[in-house]
């Protein structure tokens, strides 16, 4: 059986299309603390550790769980957890607007490659949908949507990563199988995501998640993060992902 071709990229975009974690998700969440009256503050260690926990409201109700401040009825947490991810996203979008965050090398350049070769690409993230908006604009400028064919965000599913959802509505949107895609991802929850779906993966590690081998039973391309990113890199990583998954 030929191997299938590579008709689509899925992009995850936090740690992906761009280090937007440190410099701006934490920042921002700091900011709402401090708009909230909160004297709380995520240093760069601490939030490596939330990371784990993906969806900034997610992220806020496992921190809260390991405080003695945090209020302790579960309905007074889930609010206070839901205003604070408002107003972080209200900052991190006038940080992405100020130009805080830049590409990743070679990702910008690839995504217009993809368009220009005819591919479909998607949006599979966790994040919320205004950020995305907010970050894409900056990077792409304000046509960008037309370079994307599907666009699937964190309030598009009831299960964020490392639940397969999101590349499930990804490949659903697109009406493709998981074979005919390349997911592109850098952490071991998206990393999880794709490969639960049944899509290949190509794995670029981040600041923070700098991996030096796939999470353990994972089949995937990892791509280091100082190695050269262009569409003819992802088009080798997706032949070879799908000949080994086709030979008899
Ligand atoms: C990364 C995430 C997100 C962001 C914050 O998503 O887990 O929660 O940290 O965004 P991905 P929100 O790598 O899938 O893009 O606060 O909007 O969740
Ligand atoms: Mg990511």
Same mark, same amino acid.
């Given at each position: 059986m030929p191997a299938p071709a590579l008709r689509a990229l899925l992009w995850d975009v936090d740690g992906t299309v761009a280090e937007t974690e440190r410099d701006g998700h934490r920042v921002a969440f700091n900011q709402a603390f401090e708009a909230a009256g909160l004297p709380w503050h995520w240093d760069v260690a601490h939030y490596g550790t939330l990371l784990q926990v993906t969806g900034g409201r997610e992220r806020l109700l496992a921190d809260m769980a390991d405080r003695p401040d945090a209020? !302790? $009825?579960a309905e007074d947490r889930e609010a206070l957890a839901r205003h604070l991810h408002v107003l972080k996203n209200e900052r991190y979008a006038r940080r992405v607007e100020g130009? *805080?965050?830049? *590409?990743?090398?070679?990702?910008? #350049? !690839?995504? $217009?490659?993809?368009? *220009?070769?005819?591919l479909r690409q998607a949006i599979v993230t966790t994040t919320s949908r205004r950020n995305v908006q907010a970050l894409f604009e900056r990077l792409l400028g304000p046509d960008w949507h037309m370079g994307f064919?599907?666009? /699937? /965000?964190? #309030?598009?599913?009831?299960?964020?990563? @490392?639940? @397969? #959802?999101?590349? +499930? +509505? *990804? +490949?659903?949107? +697109?009406g493709l199988a998981p074979a005919e895609a390349l997911a592109i991802e850098d952490s071991p929850p998206g990393a999880r995501a794709a490969c639960a779906a049944a899509v290949p993966l190509l794995l670029r590690p981040s600041v923070y998640f700098p991996s030096t081998r796939l999470p353990d039973g994972l089949v995937g391309w990892l791509c280091p993060a100082a190695a050269p990113f262009d569409l003819d890199h992802l088009h080798r990583a997706h032949a070879a992902l799908t000949a080994s998954s086709t030979r008899p």
């Open positions: 209020p !302790t $009825r130009g *805080a965050i830049a *590409a990743r090398a070679g990702v910008l #350049e !690839t995504m $217009r490659a993809a368009h *220009a070769a005819g064919d599907a666009l /699937c /965000c964190g #309030e598009d599913t009831q299960r964020k990563k @490392p639940d @397969p #959802e999101v590349y +499930l +509505l *990804a +490949l659903r949107r +697109l």
